[in-house]
């Protein structure tokens, strides 16, 4: 099976002066294409931490990080940038969605950031992944005009439209009652199999965390 990112010995050490908080102590992670990995512990354990290195918006202390061959830690600024657009998809807890675009023009962004992408094309494959979401109806609503479970809909398809090879999604459904939570979790857990790409979600839901393939438990930086 195809390795799609592996981490190996990661340590994450905030050196304040005389105060140093080790928060990751040597992990290792391995993910195939196509797996669905969740990852719980309590809060303060280092989940978030670990996503932003696993998604080269950090740089780990100690270890490495490759992502389809690649070790993103020896990558400079412009090319983790290139990657994380090419490779990655992101979810957060808020959607982090850019408050003055409608749900096209924030799904078609990371598209538009692609010099080969007419605008035409990104909003077609946005209005596409919006159909898909179940949004079609709301392709011309901007974030404040849409309610919880659909601002993290749009957020998913933001995610999805560039057909990334990884999805990292830190708590997507915290922020969600939990009849919403459970429907976005579905739609996230439906449209990684359609798509057939990886997916490491963080998520306090230990119910939602045992529909993944695999459930690891974060404690002080390690795993149990
Ligand atoms: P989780 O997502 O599991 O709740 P985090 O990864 O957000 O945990 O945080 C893990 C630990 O790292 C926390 O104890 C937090 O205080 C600490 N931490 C996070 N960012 C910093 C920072 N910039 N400087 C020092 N400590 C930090
Ligand atoms: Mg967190």
Known sequence: MTVILEAKNISKIYDEGKIKTTVLSGLDLTIHQGERLAIVG?????????????????????????????????LNETERGKLRN?????????????A????????????LMRSHF????????ANDLLDKVGLSHRTHHRPSELSGGERQRVAIARALVTQPALVLADEPTGNLDDDNAK??????????????????????????ASRADRVLEMKSGHWV
Not at 60 to 70: D, H, K, L
Not at 118 to 125: C, G, L, Q
Request: proline share 2%; hydrophobic share 40%.
């Open 100 to 111: 003055e675009f409608d749900a096209t023009e924030n799904v078609a962004m990371p598209l």
């Open 183 to 208: 429907a976005v979790f579905d739609l996230l857990s439906d449209l990684q199999n359609t798509l057939g790409m990886a997916l490491i979600m963080v998520t306090h839901d230990r119910e939602l």
């Open 118 to 125: 007419s605008i035409k094309e990104a909003y077609d494959r």
């Open 86 to 98: 090419e490779q990655l998809g992101f979810i957060y807890q808020f959607h982090h969605l850019l």
């Open 42 to 74: 309590s809060s303060g354990s280092g989940k978030s931490t670990l996503l932003h290195l696993l998604g080269g918006l950090d740089t780990p202390t100690t270890g490495e990080v490759w992502i389809n061959g690649v070790c993103v830690n020896r």
